[in-house]
């Protein structure tokens, strides 16, 4: 799908530059995503957030012990692009 992430880099802090299998590219700034609490709250140490990878099976940026982000919320995040329209309820 569109969405998948395909490749993710960290810049610096909480912020990822992404690119998407339809070829756009984008940065998304996830520090709020550390005051979610929950299982987010690991994002709080830095050396767990830059452990940052590409699940490319999933096309999901995820993180160590199943953490992970929707590839739909960061392309909307990334692009300015609406949000599926099936996701609209969420």
């Known amino acids: ?11 610096e802090g909480y912020i990822i530059a992404l690119t998407f299998e339809d070829g756009k590219k984008g ?7 550390a005051k ?7 994002f709080k140490d830095l050396g767990y ?10 096309g999901a940026l995820c993180w160590p012990e ?4 929707a590839p739909e919320t960061l392309y909307h995040e990334a692009t300015l692009e609406p949000l599926p329209s099936w ?3 969420v």
Do not use: E, P, Q, T
């Open 36 to 42: 979610k609490g929950g299982i987010f709250s690991r």
């Open 1 to 11: 799908m569109y969405y998948d992430v395909v490749d993710a880099r960290h810049i």
């Open 87 to 89: 996701m609209s309820h």
């Open 49 to 58: 957030f830059r452990r940052l990878y590409v699940n490319k099976d999933l």
């Open 66 to 69: 199943g953490l992970d982000i």
């Open 27 to 33: 940065v998304v700034d996830l520090k709020d995503y």
